[in-house]
């Protein structure tokens, strides 16, 4: 009987550890996810700059 009862005990206990991990690592995937969405829109006008950079310095390297 008490051998149930601590096997009962250590299973609840794994679960929610295992629980808390996954809701932590669930929510640190989302705040990853939003800070990779917010760096990108903060360098894409600079990448269609650099691209619009290298076109013109590719027009300007060929020979006329």
Do not use: C, D, K, N
């Amino acid at each position: 009987m008490l051998l149930t009862v601590v096997f009962t005990a250590v299973a609840v206990l794994a679960v929610v550890v295992l629980g808390s991990l996954v809701y932590g690592v669930l929510g640190a995937a989302g705040r990853l996810r939003r800070e990779v969405a917010a760096l990108e829109r903060e360098l894409r006008p600079l990448l269609t700059e650099a691209q619009a950079t290298a076109a013109r310095a590719a027009q300007v390297q060929q020979p006329s």
